[in-house]
């Protein structure tokens, strides 16, 4: 727990220290099949359910490359500014894999199909900060350990542990950056801004479902220290499997305060894994980390080269849709937003949900409008992101639409909304169930009119000696009788009419 662990002030940390950064992003590809064979990859199946001879590692079976994967791959690269590799290959990484039956794993070593790339990432500010890329190579996930027995759920202090090889051989694709220096005091804020970038990009791109919550996106966050104005690196730590934007920018600044006490203090750091616990935002000891000649590297024996034609690669730099940030600017542009109004959208999560709100029919406006004001509201009040309410864009356009043909009030639309939250079905299922519709009979509205006068006849005399104003009680009046189904401008328009005649 961090209570019992030495950190430093951050300001302090920063006042001696200048941080490095290494993020490691292992991205799930969604693909129908693994990476070697033809097991499905399904998320959530039975337990050793979606297995099979080659990736359980029995003797004699043989892998095949998944063309998708290798498809995805590239685009990946490509998006990332990357140069495609023409020509590259598979190795075996070994070493103990409790959770990998055949004891290596099948990545990719010193000839990545993707290298030398870059992506610039907006912070919250509007600022710039381009984080260099390494590489983008392809490999393949290990299986699951569930440890039984322990109150933390983790090895230590478990009875026995099961292992569910399901994820075992799921395609994936290890995003590497360059040492990231020069961010200051903004590291913490440049790692989540860069893997939350990466996470849009490959949503846009459409190869995962980059759910961090389900593992199909995780990040390992390498952080060292080195003396201010030196330029040496220092020794690094890596928090492994990271698996939300917050807590990526928590255990960064959680680690460079820990090892800046430990500097500081004379001691040394440990090349080293480490864990992160969500709860108290600090990071534990894991196991001490290898170097790559640990790994005993050695090119895959089983699986050809792959060798994507530059046509190929052209081919594929077509298919890239229109980049997460250059949609914003032109969003931005057609919305006619200041930039302090896109960052609002963009840290509210809204702007991929207003967009399809406005590609169902409705303006940009009221799509904004609900999206920012109640339905936020309602996100906060259950503790969600506001993409995971049960709500969807298309079923938000309809209920604007039935406001704006004057179905609905946009008391009525709320009622509305909060059935299509309360999974009572569709916008018109609920209105039809809930009786939400608007009174747009016009004696039905008078009579309700005429019976509020007259139980209020002293206000009805103020109307009638010139103060308008008085007219709201009779509308409320009149809102109240009709379950705040009435359009209240026409029940005024009746009131006003009514003392006039």
Known sequence: ?????????YDDVLATYD?????????????????????????GGEPNTQVCPTCLGLPGALPVVNGKAVESAIRIGLALNCQIAEWCRFARKNYFYPDQPKNFQTSQYDEPIAFDGYLDVVLEDGETFRVDIERAHMEEDTGKSLHVGGATGRIHGAAHSLLDYNRAG????????KPIVGAGERAPEVARAYVSALRDL?????????????????????????PKGGDTFGTRTETKNVNSLRSVERAVRFEMSRQGAVLSGGG????????FDESSGSTSAGRRKETSED???????????????????????GTLPELPWERRRRIQQEWDLSDAEMR?????????LIAATVEAGASSAEARSWWVSYLLQQANLRGEELAALPITPVQVARVIELVTTGTLTNKLARQAVDGVLAGEGEPDEVVAARGLKVVSDESALRTAVEAALAANPDVAEKIRGGKVQAAGAIVGAVMKA???????????????????A
């Open 268 to 275: 040394s750091i440990v090349q080293e894994t480490r864990h």
């Open 19 to 43: 941080p490095v950064l290494g993020l490691e992003v292992h991205v799930e590809l969604s693909t129908n099949t693994k990476m070697f064979c033809g097991c499905p990859t399904d998320f």
């Open 295 to 317: 790994y005993r590297y050695f090119p895959e024996p089983d699986l050809v080269p792959v060798a994507p034609s530059r046509e190929w690669v052209e081919e594929l730099r």
């Open 482 to 500: 009709t379950k705040g189904q009435a359009d209240a401008k026409r029940v005024r328009e009746l009131v006003i009419e009514a003392v006039s």
């Open 344 to 352: 609002d959208l963009l840290n509210a999560g809204a702007v991929d």
């Open 170 to 177: 799921v395609p994936l694709i290890e995003i590497v950056t």
């Open 202 to 226: 490959l949503r846009a791109l459409d190869v995962s479902d980059v759910r961090m919550d389900q593992g199909s996106l995780r990040c390992d966050a390498n952080v060292s220290l080195m």
């Open 1 to 9: 727990m961090s209570a019992l662990v030495d950190l430093m002030d």
